[in-house]
């Protein structure tokens, strides 16, 4: 399975809400574009925003980077479904 399919997946999950991001498995460069994507690597990886980044070579990074584009507006509806939540 390619690393885009994997992170798509795994951001899929967790935006239908089939899946919370603390439960995520896998490669820590998945769980760390996907916490890049989310806007929020705590409780994903115990990464900094800056290791995530480096962590990533250079094609992921411009994917990552990709993604967060594509999946912007689904990202803050999460975001903001789970504000009203807490």
Request: aromatic share 6%; proline share 1%.
């Amino acid at each position: 399975m390619t690393f885009r399919r994997q992170v798509v997946e795994r951001l899929e999950a967790v935006l239908s809400g089939e899946q919370q991001p603390e439960e995520l498995t896998g490669a820590t460069s998945v769980r760390a574009a996907v916490g890049l994507v989310l806007g929020r690597l705590e409780g994903i990886t115990t990464l900094s925003e800056k290791q995530a980044w480096d962590y990533l070579d250079d094609g992921n990074v411009r994917l990552v980077r990709g993604l967060r584009n594509d999946f912007a507006d689904r990202v803050q509806q999460y975001n903001r479904r789970r504000k009203e939540l807490a």
